[in-house]
C-alpha cells in the first residue's frame, strides 16, 4: 500500500555533515502502511508513536522492500547516514535488517552504550553527528569509499568485499545492484522507455531490469513510468525506516 496522498506531513533537507545522507521528519495524519525501500544507508530515528515518549532506535541497512504500519499522531525524526559511515561498536554486519533500540532519558538524552547525548531536533540534527564523531561513535570507512569510487585499492578483491560487507552490511555487488534499481526507478520515472533504461543502465535485457525493481523497488518499471506521469518526484522520495 503506497502512501495516501494527504496522510502524511513530512519534511526532508540536505545535511550540513559529510557523514550525513539527509534529515526527515515526518508527522502522521492518519493510519497507513508506508513501504520502505533500500537505499544502501542507515538511520538514527527518534520516533513518538500516538503522544507517547520517544523511542530512539539505530536501523540497519535492507535489501528488499519492507511495509511498516504508522498510526495516526505518530512523529518521526530520521537521520540517514551515508554507507561509508558506521559505528566502530556497532558495524553495519550486526544490525544488518534488524533495529538496536537505544534508551531514552527524561525526554531529553539518550545513551548509546556509555555515552550520552542530547536528542535532536530538525533544525540542529548536526550537532548530534558532530558530538558521535567527537566521541568516537562514528567514523569514516576509507576502504568503503575507495570502493565506492572504484579506485584502487591496497586489498585485494577478496578482503575488499569482506571489508564492505562488515562495514555496511551489505556486499559491494549487493550495493551496486540497489543503487542502479534506484537510478532506473529515476529514469523511467522521468519518462525513458524501459529498453532505453536496460540498454543505459547494462542490464542483460527488459525482464532483468522488470526483477531488479521488483526484487528491490517492488514495481515494475510500468507502474514506476506511470507514477512518475503525475508525481514526478516519485521515484526518487524515500521512506523512513521502522
Do not use: C
Request: glycine share 8%; net charge positive.
Amino acid at each position: 500500500m503506497e502512501p495516501v496522498e494527504g496522510s502524511i506531513v513530512e519534511e526532508e533537507r540536505a545535511a550540513d555533515s559529510p557523514l550525513v545522507a539527509s534529515i526527515r521528519r515526518v508527522r502522521y495524519v492518519r493510519d497507513l502502511t508506508e513501504v520502505v525501500l533500500p537505499d544502501g544507508t542507515w538511520d538514527l530515528l527518534f520516533m513518538r508513536l500516538a503522544g507517547g515518549p520517544v523511542i530512539a532506535v539505530q536501523t540497519g541497512q535492507i535489501v528488499a522492500p519492507l511495509p511498516v504500519h504508522h498510526a495516526a499522531g505518530d512523529e518521526m525524526l530520521v537521520l540517514a547516514f551515508k554507507p561509508e559511515v558506521y559505528m566502530p561498536r556497532l558495524p553495519g554486519h550486526q544490525t544488518f535488517q534488524r533495529g538496536v533500540a537505544r534508551p531514552v532519558e527524561h525526554e531529553r538524552r539518550f545513551w548509546i552504550d556509555s555515552e550520552r547525548l542530547e536528542l535532536p531536533s530538525f533544525d540542529n540534527a548536526e550537532h548530534l553527528v558532530a558530538a558521535m564523531a567527537h566521541k568516537g561513535l562514528l567514523e569514516r570507512d576509507p576502504v568503503v569509499v575507495r570502493a565506492l569510487q572504484g579506485a584502487r585499492q591496497r586489498l585485494d578483491e577478496r578482503s575488499v568485499q569482506r571489508h564492505f560487507a562488515a562495514v555496511t552490511g551489505l556486499s559491494l555487488k549487493g550495493f551496486q545492484q540497489i543503487a542502479r534499481a534506484r537510478e532506473a526507478a529515476r529514469l523511467l520515472a522521468a519518462g525513458q522507455p524501459p529498453s532505453q533504461v536496460a540498454a543505459a543502465l547494462a542490464f542483460t535485457d527488459q525482464s532483468h531490469l522488470t526483477h531488479s525493481l521488483k526484487r528491490f523497488l517492488g514495481q515494475t518499471p510500468g507502474r514506476l513510468a506511470r507514477q512518475g506521469a503525475t508525481t514526478p518526484s516519485a521515484a526518487s522520495q524515500g521512506a523512513p525506516r521502522p
